[in-house]
């Protein structure tokens, strides 16, 4: 079980919204910065948020991120079906001296 | 641009060994972290180990420690994963990925495109 918790699905239909959550504790999200990660099937992971918010260089701005307190969400605004796929927040723990990963949101395109 | 591949996967016995390697280009070698992160078949990623720009600082997730060593050498802009006592649990396909600093961790990009590691007899 991971210390980062998502849900393991979410879906929705073209154009719409969805929402991402990834729940932590202060000793990683509390204190640390969220980075989220876009796998695409059979393909290896892609950076998609850093720093809680920002967005690296070719990222679309339909892809946001933020945080609040001890929990991030990755939100996606018109959907595509492009966007299936599988991701993951991201964080250091300090308390561990370990980087976490959540367990994976799949998205699905309806 | 940035290139991370990695080489070295293959079907190994339980118990036995492997290493793998990490080849870096299109950028300063010496002046980033690097890490290894695995994802068994059909399951989510779980980071491995990470080793600063001068192999000051490293680090292990529990399930390998005293199993895994990770190494690089900065001349050769290549990272290592040495893996012993390995196990069916060990079975993945492991990235090679680059952090954003030379201290760790702070997010990892880019990622290469992985060697699979099968532990079986």
């Known amino acids: 079980q991971s210390v980062l918790t998502q849900p393991p699905s979410v879906s929705a239909a073209p154009g719409q919204k969805v929402t991402i959550s990834c729940s932590g504790s202060?000793?990683?999200?509390?204190?640390?910065?969220v980075s989220w990660y876009q796998q695409l099937p059979g393909t290896a992971p892609k950076l998609l948020i850093y720093?809680?918010?920002n967005r690296p260089s070719g990222i679309p701005d339909r892809f946001s991120g933020s945080k609040s307190g001890t929990s991030a969400t990755l939100d996606i605004t018109g959907l595509q079906t492009g966007d299936e796929a599988d991701y993951y927040c991201?964080?250091?723990?300090?308390?561990?001296?370990?980087?976490?990963f959540g367990g994976g949101t799949r998205v699905t395109v309806l | 641009e940035v290139h991370l591949v990695e080489s070295g996967g293959g079907l190994v016995k339980p118990g036995g060994s492997l290493r793998l390697s990490c080849a870096a280009s299109?950028?300063?070698?010496?002046?980033?972290?690097m890490n290894w992160v695995r994802q068994a078949p059909g399951k989510g990623l779980e980071w491995v180990s990470s080793?600063?720009?001068?192999?000051?600082?490293?680090y292990y997730a529990d399930s390998v420690k005293g199993r895994f060593t990770i190494s690089r050498d900065n001349g050769k802009n290549s990272v290592y994963l040495q893996m012993t006592s390995l196990g069916a649990e060990d079975t993945a396909v492991y990235y090679c990925?680059?952090?954003?600093?030379?201290?760790?961790?702070?997010?990892?990009?880019?990622w290469g495109q992985g060697t699979l590691v099968t532990v079986s007899s």
């Open positions: 990925t680059r952090d954003s600093s030379s201290w760790c961790c702070n997010w990892f990009d880019p």
């Open positions: 299109g950028f300063t070698f010496s002046d980033f972290t």
């Open positions: 080793i600063s720009s001068s192999s000051s600082y490293i």
């Open positions: 202060s000793s990683n999200i509390g204190n640390n910065y």
């Open positions: 720093d809680n918010n």
């Open positions: 991201g964080i250091w723990d300090g308390s561990l001296s370990a980087w976490m």
